[in-house]
């Protein structure tokens, strides 16, 4: 995928979180999701404050009441930035979406690839503009996928950003496999991740480390079959994975004793 395909998904995802808010009542807004903590307007402000930050924007001065639900650094930081718009409506959140989102794809639109190429941060540490785009692609429509559930409001579930996401939480089962769920070495596994922008991967397991198989073995350990949204809830946290299991959104073939360890790791 080049450049310019990234900033098409990355603008793709922002219009649709744009068209999915605007015509949110208050109450809409202040639905709580099941992103610990938050409620549709926190996820729009998650976003809207991540992206301030990156065309560097002082941060707000502003110490979060109860962070009970926080789990970690990461968390708190996000905190920081959601608890200090908790007093705006969340049309005042929406607008400030829109400025935030239409400053970054004037800049992104206006990179050249050595633009692209350019050292930054990222959450995963050390990377390119380019690496740190993805990830927020990935962010910005799991957030959305918040927002849908919590509303009814389901979409955005087969096209290409959310190929790309579920294309994200793959690259970790081979971790989730070997050091996670500790899986032996020589086993096998298949995540069978349907509908249209889903995929099949394969993992094996050697000298204690997890990798992606080329192709896919006529005979895994463990085969786990899971539609997009349940293997993107499990993978992000939002699910519980009893639950998954209970209503036969995800299924198990083959070692289910280690098919439950994996999916218990997933996140």
């Known amino acids: 995928m080049c450049n310019q395909q990234v900033v098409v998904l990355m603008e793709r995802v922002w219009r649709s979180i744009d068209s999915l808010c605007s015509p949110l009542n208050e109450v809409q807004w202040k639905t709580a999701t099941d992103c610990p903590g938050w409620s549709v307007q926190d996820q729009v402000s998650h976003i809207a404050g991540a992206e301030s930050g990156i065309l560097g924007n002082p941060r707000p001065d502003h110490m979060p009441q109860d962070t009970s639900y926080v789990q970690n650094d990461v968390g708190q930081s996000n905190e920081v930035v959601v608890d200090y718009r908790r007093s705006w409506t969340g049309q005042e959140v929406l607008d400030e979406f829109r400025q935030l989102t239409n400053e970054r794809l004037s800049f992104l639109k206006g990179l050249t690839d050595e633009g692209f190429n350019a050292e930054t941060e990222t959450p995963l540490g050390p990377g390119t503009i380019t690496d740190h785009l993805r990830i927020r692609i990935m962010d910005a429509w799991v957030h959305e996928q918040d927002i ?5 409001i389901p979409g955005e579930l087969d096209g290409p950003v959310a190929a790309h996401s579920v294309g994200r939480f793959t690259r970790a089962m081979p971790f989730v496999v070997a050091r996670k769920a500790q899986a032996p070495d020589g086993t096998t596994v298949v995540f069978n991740i349907t509908g249209p922008a889903g995929r099949v991967i394969s993992v094996g397991v050697g000298g204690n480390r997890g990798s992606e198989l080329e192709t896919e073995p006529a005979s895994p350990m463990v085969t786990i079959t899971a539609d997009v949204e349940t293997f993107t809830c499990l993978s992000c ?31």
Do not use: E, K
């Open 237 to 267: 946290g939002r699910w519980a994975p009893s639950d998954a299991l209970t209503s036969r959104r995800i299924t198990i073939t083959g070692d289910t004793t280690l098919g439950q360890s994996i999916i218990n790791q997933m996140n």
């Open 148 to 152: 849908r559930r919590a509303l009814n």
